[in-house]
Structures are given as structure tokens and as C-alpha cells.
């Protein structure tokens, strides 16, 4: 069983900065694909980041250049370096390991970034 917790989130003005974790525990496989999703309300839940396979990563084009995905796999932790924040990154922001025929999801994390 795969449990993840993320944590990090708050509020922050725009320009600013934030480090969301994702503390993951059970049997994680880097081979798998790990990664950030973020949801707004009343939007769909769309990947922010992800590693797709192993060292592979994909960002959204929103992200590009400001946010950066990394994990310590000696402490099955996953990471989002969030620089240059803007209030259209505000979201629930969501970790999530996929074994290839299950979704494992965090509890997810609240961004708010004011103007």
C-alpha cells in the first residue's frame, strides 16, 4: 500500500516562491511515473510536473522556466520548487504515483498566491 502526504503549500504574494514535499511511503519504483497535479475550482485536475519514467520529466507549458520537479529517493521524498508564483498557479496542488494499473493520490496541498 502507497501512502503519500504533501505539504508545503501556503500563501504567497506574486513573484514569490514556495517548496511543496511529498513524503511518500509503501513501495515506490522510480521506474513509475511520479508526479505534481494542481486543480482550481471549478477546473479539471491537470499535471503541473511529473517524472515519466525514472529520470524523464514533462512540465506543463504554464510552468516552464518557473517551476521545477526533484525527489530524494533515499527518503522516498518528491519535491516542486515553485519560483516566480502568479495568482493563476493557485490551486490545491496534488502528488500522485501511478503503478501502471493504480492512481495513488496525496490529500493535496492549498496554494493561494494573491496579486
Known amino acids: 500500500q502507497v501512502q503519500l502526504v504533501e505539504s508545503g503549500g501556503g500563501l504567497v504574494q506574486a513573484g514569490g516562491s514556495l517548496r511543496l514535499s511529498c513524503a511518500a511511503s509503501g513501495s515506490i519504483f522510480s521506474i513509475n511515473p511520479m508526479g505534481w497535479y494542481r486543480q482550481a475550482p471549478g477546473r479539471q485536475r491537470d499535471l503541473v510536473a511529473a517524472f515519466i519514467s525514472g529520470g524523464i520529466t514533462r512540465y506543463a507549458d504554464s510552468v516552464k522556466g518557473r517551476f521545477t520537479i526533484s525527489r530524494d529517493n533515499a527518503k522516498n521524498t518528491m519535491y516542486l520548487q515553485m519560483n516566480n508564483l502568479k495568482p493563476e498557479d493557485t490551486a490545491v496542488y496534488y502528488c500522485?504515483?501511478?503503478?501502471?494499473?493504480?492512481?495513488?493520490w496525496g490529500q493535496g496541498t492549498q496554494v493561494t498566491v494573491s496579486s
Open positions: 500522485n504515483y501511478n503503478t501502471g494499473w493504480r492512481d495513488y
